[in-house]
């Protein structure tokens, strides 16, 4: 294993921000995910769209129009500028907004399945009970909900660790700010370092690998415990 | 194979040279009967093609170092390269105030040291030739100590016009040919002094696998002509002094 310590910093920057995307998409996809299962709204299909178009569009195309809308003249940087946040372009916080948007769909979704599938029910027979709402949601729904809550999660975290030609594009490859694992990577085969390519890039496989191993295992357990 | 035949010749070139290029390619192929199939990308990856495998003919390099890498593995022979151009680099951005002259360079260093910028792009400098360039002008300024924390970084040189020419860095190191050939970007800038930095060697290889096609070996001999030597000093280049 050839690891420098620049090689290192980008490691821990990875993991950062797929921690840091995760869990600001885990809060921000439950109330999403909820109004999608249940809306009848107009709107839905419109914003179902929204969501999915990470998983359909090139990285370049949201690298290419993030450097625009949030760059000085666009609408996203005018408004961070105005309130004396700077632009996002090139920073730390810049590359969490934007994964926020590219793992989307890897949260949202299967935690919208799993709304639907449990339905109004457990909710309704929870107020009967008497909980409010809210109170129905966390100590009823949320518990049945766990395996989802898990898949998201690890879904979100793992596509945002992989995440790579949106932070070419608008992170600007600055050490221990935006230079993430899999831009080093590109950076060594750029400079024909193919030995610390090798490292990094084996260390990703294996960690990636393992994540979704542990991941299908749960998944596998759980499903049998369901059909019991 | 007789050359009345319309054959293609793949050329991988690297990307700061993309606009003069394709003069080249439209002037050759106006005289000529054989097309042009061409490949533009950094200089790292083309080169990686190229051991690898990929079936350029020629090579248009950002550097000499990929090109003499290649003699050594004996893919071009060392008398089938040569320097076609040298590269200028030219300082851009919304900060350089409108009618300033590009050989206005007093200005180079209140505008690095202005608390305005907040964003200085330049290219790759372990990749990307006029990266390495950008970096040895602050060094020679003696200010990348103080400019570290403002320096982003472009994965090639177009990227980082594209830094710039979206104003999400207010400044950046460019090359002199990519605002010659984009009327777009037609906003001030300084052409950098060239005793800045070493200078930026751009050499071509005819490759070996190539060498006996006979329309490779045309576009070869065009590439070194007068006629192209022109059209490369007109697109900002200086011309080649032997390697």
Known sequence: MQLSPDDITAIFLSLKLAGTVTFLLLLLCTPLAWWLAHSTSILKPIISAFVALPLVLPPTVLGFYFLIIAGPSGPLGSLTEALGLGLLPFTYWGLVVASLFYSLPFVVQPLQNAFEIQGRRPMEIAATLGARPIDGFFSVMLPLCRPAYITAATLGFAHTLGEFGLILMMGGNIPGETRVVSVQIYNHVEALEYGNAHSLAALMLGFSLLILLLLYSFQGRKLIGFKS | ?243
């Not at chain 2, 040291?113 to 372990?126: E, F, M, R, Y």
């Not at chain 2, 060498?211 to 070869?220: G, K, L, N, T």
């Open chain 2, 1 to 243: 194979m007789p050359f009345t035949y319309a054959d293609t010749i793949h050329v991988a070139v690297a990307s700061n040279f993309t606009a003069a290029f394709e003069q080249l390619k439209t002037q050759f192929e106006s005289e000529s009967e054989h097309k042009l199939i061409t490949s533009y990308g950094s200089t790292g990856k083309l080169y990686a093609q190229i051991v690898h495998g990929a079936p350029f003919q020629i090579f248009l390099a950002a550097d000499t170092q990929s090109i003499e890498k290649l003699i050594e593995q004996k893919r071009v022979r060392p008398a089938n390269h040569f320097v076609y151009a040298e590269g200028q680099l030219a300082l851009w951005g919304r900060l350089i105030p409108a009618g300033t002259e590009e050989n206005n360079t007093n200005l180079i260093r209140p505008l690095l040291t202005g608390t305005s910028l907040k964003k200085l792009a330049l290219a790759n400098p372990k990749t990307a030739p006029y990266g390495f360039a950008a970096q040895s002008v602050l060094q020679h300024l003696e200010l990348l100590p103080e400019l570290n924390h403002k320096l982003v970084y472009g994965e090639n040189i177009t990227q980082t016009l594209q830094f710039v020419s979206t104003g999400n860095a207010q400044l950046g190191f460019v090359a002199l040919s990519q605002l010659i050939a984009k009327p777009t970007e037609q906003s001030p800038y300084i052409a950098v002094p060239i005793e800045f930095y070493p200078p930026i060697r751009q050499a071509a290889a005819l490759l070996d696998s190539a060498q006996d096609y006979a329309a490779a070996v045309s576009f070869w001999r065009f590439l070194q002509s007068d006629q192209a030597q022109q059209i490369i000093l007109e697109n900002g280049y200086t011309v080649a002094t032997s390697s």
